[in-house]
């Protein structure tokens, strides 16, 4: 599991990915972990002032909505797009087939004027 992360961030070639190897690849878990202390240390630092700060308090409850809204908007406007693209391609693809025998059936069971009729009675 953590090679399949690894290649996947590896590929993705964020931020993050690249400061972790500031000390080269042997020693980037012990970046992350680092990375991982500070963000910790950080928001734990937070929650003290914006408890107490009713100021503090709005602006990150705005924050976190506002977040929410821009995430779900992406969501929305980026990726649901794409996916319903993909189902119609899908579909299209699945059909196609099932067209083609409707095509040939029609071309067999009505033959055009140039062949001969079957005269069966």
Request: aromatic share 8%; glycine share 4%.
């Amino acid at each position: 599991m953590c090679r399949e992360l690894s290649k996947k961030a590896e590929k993705a070639n964020n931020k993050l990915w690249q400061l972790s190897g500031l000390l080269g690849d042997q020693n980037r878990i012990w970046m992350y972990i680092l990375f991982q202390a500070i963000f910790t240390v950080a928001t734990m630092a937070l929650t003290v002032p914006i408890f107490l700060s009713y100021r503090l308090h709005v602006i990150f409850q705005i924050l976190k909505i506002s977040a929410a809204v821009w995430n779900g908007g992406s969501f929305l406007l980026e990726v649901m797009p794409r996916q319903v693209i993909q189902k119609e391609k899908k579909k299209k693809a699945e059909m196609q087939p099932i067209e083609e025998q409707i095509l040939h059936h029609e071309a067999v069971s009505h033959p055009t004027e140039n062949e001969p009729k079957s005269t069966e009675t």
